[in-house]
T-cell receptor, first 115, second 110 residues
Framework: GAVVSQHPSRVICKSGTSVKIECRSL??????MFWYRQFPKQSLMLMAT?????????EQGVEKDKFLINHASLTLSTLTVTSAHPEDSSFYIC???????????FGPGTRLTVT | RKEVEQDPGPFNVPEGATVAFNCTYS??????FFWYRQDCRKEPKLLMS???SGNEDGRFTAQLNRASQYISLLIRDSKLSDSATYLC???????????FGSGTRLLVRP
């Protein structure tokens, strides 16, 4: 099956710094990738849709200047959390739409802790 | 009203039990429906798609009732390894965007 990787799997950073998370589709090309965030005991919330070669589409309430998304190639999307604060601590998960365009394949997630 | 609603549980059942989860969705134009399983601190994994005709995969049976906007998942002969959070997921349109329910937690005890 299709494999999606994320890097890093876990990151701890100080408040005010920026953190970049990578999402890669390892054995397929993905024109569309999604970024989700999951707080403890809550479900996944879609943050934005990342489209290769164009600007990301952000969900309501998600600050595009704080969560920078770049989808420069068909196998890589990056999410940069700028000026991170403790309330940004969460589990960030990406997904990529498969070749047939019918299923999303999820990455293993990145656990961000901002101190 | 939430777009996808689930009973959070937890459902605490003995091994071998049959357990059913329900889910309702608000948008009648929703197109695709899924059940995902999520283990603690892991990413969600697709368990099965849900079709109007109902579908079965081993011990798991999923049903969709479009008229009632209701989705169900039945697990027979529960195993300890079935302990997880089960997420009801709906695709609203052709954009591939998925809307996740808050999940139902299942605990299977020996």
């Amino acid at each position: 099956g299709a494999v999606v990787s994320q890097h890093p799997s876990r990151v701890i950073c100080k408040s005010g710094t920026s953190v970049k998370i990578e999402c890669r589709s390892l054995d397929f090309q993905a024109t569309t990738m999604f970024w989700y965030r999951q707080f403890p005991k809550q479900s996944l919330m879609l943050m934005a849709t990342s489209n290769e070669g164009s600007k990301a589409t952000y969900e309501q309430g998600v600050e595009k200047d704080k969560f920078l998304i770049n989808h420069a190639s068909l196998t890589l999307s990056t999410l940069t959390v700028t000026s991170a604060h403790p309330e940004d601590s969460s589990f960030y998960i990406c997904s990529a739409v498969g070749l047939a365009g019918d299923l999303q394949y999820f990455g293993p997630g990145t656990r961000l802790t901002v101190t | 009203r939430k777009e996808v609603e689930q009973d959070p549980g937890p459902f605490n059942v003995p091994e071998g039990a049959t357990v059913a989860f329900n889910c309702t969705y608000s948008n009648s134009a929703s197109q695709s429906f899924f059940w995902y399983r999520q283990d603690c601190r892991k990413e969600p994994k697709l368990l099965m798609s849900v079709y109007s005709s109902g579908n079965e995969d081993g011990r798991f049976t999923a049903q969709l009732n479009r008229a009632s906007q209701y989705i169900s998942l039945l697990i027979r002969d529960s195993k300890l390894s079935d302990s997880a959070t089960y997420l009801c997921v709906v695709n609203m349109d052709s954009s591939y965007k998925l809307i996740f329910g808050s999940g139902t937690r299942l605990l299977v005890r020996p």
